[in-house]
């Protein structure tokens, strides 16, 4: 399978360069895989140029996360981060992403400065 990096996406994602997003159409159709560091820079990428919100970005990674053509790498694990960061936005996708990737791998605690992460069961507080 074919993988797509993190320009692909935001041409997927944002249609804001047609040409450039029909050729990421065209690209992906045959199906396409996605790593979560792709993943995690869109959302960057989303957020800090694009200036989406946290409702906006948790949109779009569902939207990624159903579309047909492509396939998430540790999709269960990206999905399981989505709703943590749903449920708390202030957190970042970006950590919620880490700390399940951690939890997966059997990695726990996460150890963190980060305040809010650091109050998630399963993360510590240095």
């Given at each position: 399978m074919r993988a797509i990096d993190t320009n692909v996406l935001v041409r997927l994602i944002t249609r804001d360069?047609?040409?450039?997003?029909?050729?990421?159409?065209?690209?992906?159709?045959?199906?396409?895989?996605?790593?979560?560091?792709?993943?995690?820079e869109a959302t960057w990428v989303?957020?800090?140029?694009?200036?989406?919100?946290?409702?906006?970005?948790?949109?779009?990674?569902e939207m990624l996360l159903n579309h047909k053509d492509l396939t998430l790498q540790d999709s269960d694990t990206v999905a399981a981060a989505l709703d943590l960061f749903r449920s708390r936005p202030a957190l970042g996708f970006s950590?919620?992403?880490?700390?399940?990737?951690?939890?997966?791998?059997?990695h726990l605690p996460l150890g963190t400065f980060d305040r809010a992460l650091g109050k998630t069961t399963g993360a510590q507080k240095l």
């Open positions: 360069d047609l040409p450039q997003a029909k050729s990421a159409d065209q690209f992906v159709e045959k199906g396409a895989w996605v790593s979560v560091l792709a993943l995690a989303l957020g800090t140029v694009y200036e989406f919100g946290p409702a906006q970005l948790a949109t779009a990674l950590d919620c992403l880490m700390f399940h990737l951690a939890r997966k791998a059997g």
